[in-house]
């Protein structure tokens, strides 16, 4: 079936770093993906919606400048936290939708971020 | 392995039918669990969440589930559906610290 690969799956940065997560469809186009994050016991919060060659849609609260995406190709789209700071430190997960029907919604495994 | 499996892929109803998604995990510990729904081009929504306490949740538009530790289950239920709950539905669990894992989905066609 359709895979989401999402790298990497663990990363712990310094302050004050950027860092960089990538969501890749392998076997399908992704005309759209989203972009969210846990914080502990809580529910998945979407921070955007990011459209192949066009630029991302943010959530009212998310940081444009702080959350960077950018969704070059039907295949990528990525997710830089920069200026990082401990509070950024949360669970990043993507999904995407596949760009036949747009009614097939496949996650990536997640990624766990620690800024230190 | 933790893992989530929905046991129905595809679940077609008539609109006033009752509806039961099953949703299982594999996992020893104590568990967070979420159903999600997401509509066709839309983002994931939550339905409702267990974290603790009375087994038996409610969620927004009509839906409930049910936390069954025994079975390690938390179905999802609506006793009459609409048109417009078509859509796709995600259980999701998160193993207190660990990261969420959700199952493959099943989707939803509610006819008029």
């Known amino acids: 079936g359709a895979v989401v690969s999402q790298h990497p799956s663990w990363v712990i940065c310094k302050s004050g770093t950027s860092v960089k997560i990538e969501c890749r469809s392998l076997?399908?186009?992704?005309?759209?993906m989203f972009w969210y994050r846990q914080f502990p016991k809580q529910s998945l919060m979407l921070m955007a919606t990011?459209?192949?060659?066009?630029?991302?849609?943010?959530e009212q609260g998310v940081e444009k400048d702080k959350f960077l995406i950018n969704h070059a190709s039907l295949t990528l789209s990525t997710l830089t936290v920069t200026s990082a700071h401990p509070e950024d430190s949360s669970f990043y997960i993507c999904s995407a939708i596949s760009g036949v029907t747009g009614n097939t919604i496949y996650f990536g495994e997640g990624s766990w971020l620690t800024v230190v | 392995a933790q893992s989530v499996s929905q046991h129905n892929h595809h679940v077609i109803l008539s609109e006033a039918a009752s509806l039961e998604l099953g949703c299982n995990y594999s996992?020893?510990?104590?568990?967070?669990l979420f159903w999600y729904v997401q509509y066709p081009g839309q983002h994931l929504q939550l339905l409702l969440k267990?974290?603790?306490?009375?087994?038996l949740v409610k969620g927004i538009k009509g839906f409930e589930a049910e936390f069954i530790k025994s079975k390690f289950s938390f179905n999802l239920r609506k006793p009459s559906v609409q048109w417009s709950d078509t859509a796709e539905y995600f259980c999701?669990?998160?193993?207190?610290?660990?990261?969420?894992?959700f199952g493959q989905g099943t989707e939803l066609s509610v006819k008029p």
């Open positions: 076997d399908f186009q992704a005309t759209t």
């Open positions: 999701a669990v998160n193993p207190r610290g660990g990261k969420l894992i």
């Open positions: 990011s459209n192949e060659g066009s630029k991302a849609t943010y």
């Open positions: 267990y974290f603790s306490g009375d087994p």
């Open positions: 996992y020893g510990g104590t568990v967070n």
